[in-house]
């Protein structure tokens, strides 16, 4: 019998183009979604209670636990393995170590660095971007190139800083040619994000851009649409308000919109304002 693939290479090439393909990364193909063999799910793996973020933070990577937890996992490739891990990660220096060990995602081999967060955990207000760009990837921190500059300008004006909010992103690794993320990468990256969240415990949220909307709220409505709308990120432990605004690296793009994130911020002042009167922004 012919065989396709051997009999016109170029053909199939085309076939895959024609699919959305845009870059080989393996030799093989690899069934991210694939179900997670049983065994391979550490027994006792559980959600222990929440911990308050100064309790987490006080506390070293429990180095050993995680090896264990890791080799348990066995670090591959799908979501489920990815949750487990998350799970079993008590504190934010433990989530840390485990997305910095964990090899089932192609992103991390093609970054430089793994951009886990910075800002203060404790000041419970969280950012969420898309995904680190070069600058970032080269210097292992979210929102440090030009559109960090303009987000710190921003958060300035509300009389927040890096002392007082808390930033992460979707993906801890750069894609190639700061693409957006696949559905399949996200999907592995989506349960250290929902940990992440879930540790720090946050009582409000600004997500910066469509594709932190889409994965944090799984809406998929245009971010023009959703902006400056309170939303509210619920699990079975959590309901934090969530705001919604523009990306920074979009605001450089188009400085009228400006305005528009100007009155995102300013509701959310507004906000925190509210549930700390005396300590206002
Ligand atoms: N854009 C993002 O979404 N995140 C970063 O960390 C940098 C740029």
Redesign the pocket.
């Known amino acids: 019998m012919s065989d396709p693939v051997k009999d016109s290479p170029f053909a199939a090439l085309r076939w895959l183009l024609d699919a959305g393909a845009d870059e080989a990364l393996l030799e093989e193909p690899v069934d991210r979604f694939a179900p997670v063999p049983a065994r391979q799910v550490p027994a006792g793996l559980s959600e222990e209670p929440r911990r308050t973020a100064t309790s987490m933070l006080a506390r070293p990577p429990d180095e050993r636990k995680i090896a264990r937890n890791a080799e348990a996992v066995s670090l591959s490739t799908q979501p489920g393995a990815a949750r487990a891990l998350a799970a079993s990660c008590t504190n934010l220096a433990e989530l840390k170590k485990a997305v910095e060990n964990f090899d089932g995602c192609d992103l991390k081999r093609l970054a430089t660095r793994t ?1 886990f967060a910075d800002g203060n955990p404790e000041g419970r207000i969280m950012l969420i ?5 070069r ?2 990837d080269r210097e292992g ?5 030009r ?2 500059k303009l987000l710190d300008r921003m958060l300035e004006t509300i009389q927040l800083d890096r002392t007082k909010v808390y ?1 992460t ?2 993906l801890p690794w750069r894609p190639p040619q ?1 693409r957006e993320p696949s559905p399949e990468e996200a999907a592995i990256c989506l349960p250290f994000l929902r940990r992440h969240i879930e540790l720090v415990n946050p009582k409000l949220m600004i997500l ?2 469509a ?2 909307v889409r994965h944090v709220l799984g809406l998929t409505d245009g971010i023009m649409r959703v902006r400056g709308r309170w939303e509210t990120y619920q699990t079975d432990s959590l309901a934090v308000p969530v705001m919604p605004t523009l ?3 979009y605001l450089l793009r188009q400085p009228l919109a400006k305005r528009l994130a100007w009155r995102d911020l300013l509701a959310v002042a507004a906000k925190i304002d509210e549930s700390a009167p005396s300590q206002g922004v």
């Open positions: 951009v971007g898309e995904a680190p760009g600058d970032e921190l979210p929102f440090v190139g559109a960090g930033i992103n979707v700061n910066l851009g594709v932190s990306h920074p690296a």
